[in-house]
């Protein structure tokens, strides 16, 4: 038998056919055709030790072995390509394959011998990762384990950046995209970004098991994060986790996370970033380089394969983007006011002393209560001082106060006295508009309420006595103490009056102290 290991070795090391021809033995039409094929059938050196001659014969001159087999030889490339498709399998494609042979009279393989003989060809010819992985089937997802630094154009400061990683397995086609944390938000953000670049998703989503995928994986159950499987519901696709200490689950996320390391991270080490936009910038032209890189081992690029194989069984998207959320848990506290970390919205008061579940997007605020929601605000996108309050989640003692304007406060403070009207004026008019004050003068209403006009009136004079900015806090702090009905002394008068008159003087105390001074 010919030798076709020996001579798709000596072709690997470059040497010319006639020196192959005469270290085998054997014709220049013998080694020309083996190379042919051999190219035909993409099968390159070097080959795995237990892969004979025989094996590499029936490969590459089936006829040639039919002759001397009673058996049919399977149809590979047919099995490969049928492989690709959803749901079938090599026990399906074994009892076609029987069919044919006996309408032929011939005898077919056994079902183990059959399957043996599609992975060892499938070995031979590079093409072991459809094995594992159909088209469509699953995108592996990741955190590289380096980063990249940014620094701030002004101080010199160091930050990190983050880079998110996206495999499709059957193709390795890849996507990746720099972060400022790996916090859920990030995390969603990314596959929606993902998903849009392959411009599908796939049946299966395959994450690590850090905290913005899973809340819990033990050998009996898997408690997914609740924002993450939303995202799995809105793109009809399953979360798979990859099992604790079983680095072969994700195998091609962690070989796909090296390679961007290397050809991303590290290809931009030299590189200084001042932005995150920067950071991003240069991340994708690095990833078009790497999706157009020519594989080694067997013809195309990802990005080709990607679009001959794999594309055409990606799940189609929604037609709206996936709005990332962010699921949290609270307790109501006595003022019903929620919190989605730099902003506070109402809840209904009944609920307060009960656990509430928020959920929180770019623009919206959403509270749920056994499941249904209670509650939905507009997200505030700046910090503001006052809350975002409803009246129908307000008692009907505190609704009044909601229901008044600008007028309606100003009688009120008639009523009171000429102290109240200066305090409510300020309140009115510190503001660019007048509504910036309605909750100081409702908060006002409700302390002349519980410690009476009179007393009220009082206390708006003693605050403004100490200054010319008056405030809520200030006048309940001056009823609770109850200094509005001390006596009207120099205390309350002095500030006023002579706080400008002198400087800062020393008595005779304090140079006595030190001993006598000329």
């Known amino acids: 038998m010919v030798n076709y290991r020996e001579i798709l070795r000596l072709s690997a090391l470059k040497h010319v056919q006639r020196d192959i021809c005469s270290a085998m033995h054997c014709s220049d039409h013998t080694v020309r055709a083996v190379l042919k094929e051999a190219a035909k059938h993409n099968i390159h050196w070097p080959l795995d030790e237990d892969i004979a001659n025989v094996e590499l014969e029936r490969i590459l001159f089936p006829d040639k072995y039919q002759k001397i087999s009673t058996y049919i030889e399977p149809d590979y490339p047919y099995i490969h390509r049928e492989l690709a ?155 798979v986790p990859a099992r604790v200490r079983r680095p072969k689950d994700k195998s091609s996320a962690e070989a796909s996370v090296r390679f961007a390391e290397t050809w991303i991270i590290a290809a931009l080490r030299d590189r200084k970033f001042f932005s995150l936009n920067e950071v991003n910038e240069a991340v994708a032209e690095k990833l078009e380089e790497l999706n157009s890189r020519e594989f080694k081992q067997r013809p195309g690029t990802r990005r080709s394969a990607y679009l001959e194989e794999e594309q055409a069984y990606m799940l189609p998207l929604p037609a709206v983007p996936f709005e990332a959320a962010v699921w949290s848990m609270a ?148 009823l609770k103490s109850r200094l509005d009905i001390k006596p009207k002394d120099s205390a309350v008068k002095e500030p006023l009056q002579n706080s400008n008159r002198y400087g800062i003087t020393r008595g005779a105390a304090y140079f006595k102290k030190g001993g006598d001074h000329e």
């Open 331 to 478: 307790k109501v506290p006595n003022d019903y006011l929620i919190s989605d970390g730099k902003n506070k919205y109402s809840v209904p008061y009944n609920l307060i002393g009960e656990k509430v579940d928020i959920r929180v997007t770019k623009n919206l605020v959403e509270v749920y209560y056994h499941g249904s929601r209670v509650a939905s605000h507009r997200r505030l996108q700046t910090l503001q001082h006052d809350p975002l309050v409803k009246l129908e989640h307000m008692p009907e003692s505190h609704q009044k106060y909601m229901t008044c304007n600008e007028d309606d406060f100003r009688v009120w403070a008639m009523s009171v006295g000429p102290m109240a009207e200066r305090v409510v004026a300020f309140f009115l008019e510190s503001g660019k508009a007048p509504e910036q004050g309605y909750k100081s003068c409702a908060s006002l209403m409700k302390l002349g309420e519980r410690y009476s006009k009179e007393r009220l009136e009082m206390a708006c004079m003693r605050a403004l006595a100490y200054g010319t900015t008056p405030s809520i806090r200030n006048i309940n702090s001056i």
């Open 85 to 239: 498709k959803p749901g079938v399998t090599l026990t399906l494609l074994w009892e076609e394959y029987c069919r044919k042979c006996y309408e032929s009279g011939r005898t077919p393989y056994m079902s183990t011998q059959f399957g043996d003989k599609y992975r060892k060809w499938a070995r031979i010819t590079k093409a072991t990762m459809r094995i594992q992985h159909k088209p469509g089937d699953a995108i592996q997802v990741d955190w590289a384990e380096d980063t990249i630094l940014i620094y701030d154009s002004v101080t010199g400061e160091q930050s990190a950046a983050y880079l998110f990683v996206a495999v499709l397995p059957c193709s390795c086609y890849v996507y990746a995209e720099a972060c400022d944390d790996m916090k859920t938000e990030n995390w969603m953000n990314r596959h929606v970004h993902a998903f849009n670049y392959f411009g599908g998703a796939a049946r299966l989503l395959i994450p690590d098991n850090c905290k913005t995928a899973t809340v819990s994986n033990t050998r009996y159950e898997i408690v997914l994060n609740r924002s993450y499987q939303e995202l799995a519901d809105y793109y009809n696709t399953a979360i």
